[in-house]
């Protein structure tokens, strides 16, 4: 069966450094978004990605934020400067596109992200 | 309480019993989905249930929704130890594609 893949699964980074969070949706998958779930609190949207570009976004996707779909299969999200409270595990997930993007989303397995 | 709330937020059954759990929102919805999280793992969807259905069945999962009372319940029968994890509503708003997730239910289950 398809699946979202994500990677890496673990990322350790200092303060500051930018990092790269990479993902694979589901082929033919047309809605893609990010996630993040900081330790003990609830999955936060982050921003959704159609027809590439940017269809929403959270007050937490700032401009220290952005993605990109660099080619026909990798969505990334990138941080350009890392904060501590960017500590988290974000997830990546992807949507058929069949109902206007209300329809399932299918999640990765997640990158848990640490900022010392 | 915000869009998507679980309750009860713990839940610690023996192996063999039942699981419910509630999930109210605000806004109107087009669908509400379930999704399990294996501890520290993805978020793994159950099922959906739209708006103009009222009951959906999935294996040993039975979900409800009820618009008028902007609210929906998840029952795991005969529950597994494999079923232990946390438990979470999530709707899309009307307008747009963002799920908006509720603080989970954590279930329990003792073999």
């Known amino acids: 069966e398809p699946e979202v893949t994500q990677t890496p699964s673990h990322q350790v980074t200092q303060m500051g450094q930018e990092v790269i969070l990479r993902c694979v949706p589901i082929?033919?998958?047309?809605?893609f978004y990010w996630y993040r779930q900081i330790l003990g609190q609830k999955v936060e949207f982050l921003v959704s990605?159609?027809?590439?570009?940017?269809?929403?976004k959270s007050e937490i996707f700032d401009d220290q934020f952005s993605v990109e779909r660099p080619d026909g299969s990798n969505f990334t999200l990138k941080i350009r400067s890392t904060k501590l409270e960017d500590s988290a595990m974000y997830f990546c997930?992807?949507?058929?596109?069949?109902?206007?993007?209300?329809?399932?989303?299918?999640f990765g397995p997640g990158t848990r992200l640490l900022v010392l | 309480s915000q869009q998507g709330e679980e309750d009860p937020q713990a839940l610690s059954i023996q192996e063999g019993e039942n699981a419910t759990m509630n999930c109210s929102y605000k806004?109107?919805?087009?669908?509400l989905q379930w999704y399990r999280q294996n501890s520290g793992r993805g978020l793994v969807h159950l099922i959906l249930i739209r708006s103009n259905e009222r009951e959906k069945h999935s294996g040993r999962l039975r979900v409800t929704l009820d618009t008028s009372k902007k609210s929906s319940s998840l029952l795991i029968t005969a529950s597994r130890a494999a079923d232990t994890a946390s438990y979470f509503c999530a709707t899309p708003r009307a307008a747009g594609n963002k799920l908006t997730f509720g603080g989970g239910t954590r279930v329990l289950v003792k073999p």
């Open positions: 806004t109107s919805i087009n669908n």
């Open positions: 997930a992807s949507s058929t596109g069949l109902a206007g993007g209300q329809e399932t989303q299918y």
């Open positions: 990605f159609y027809n590439n570009e940017i269809s929403e």
């Open positions: 082929s033919n998958h047309l809605y």
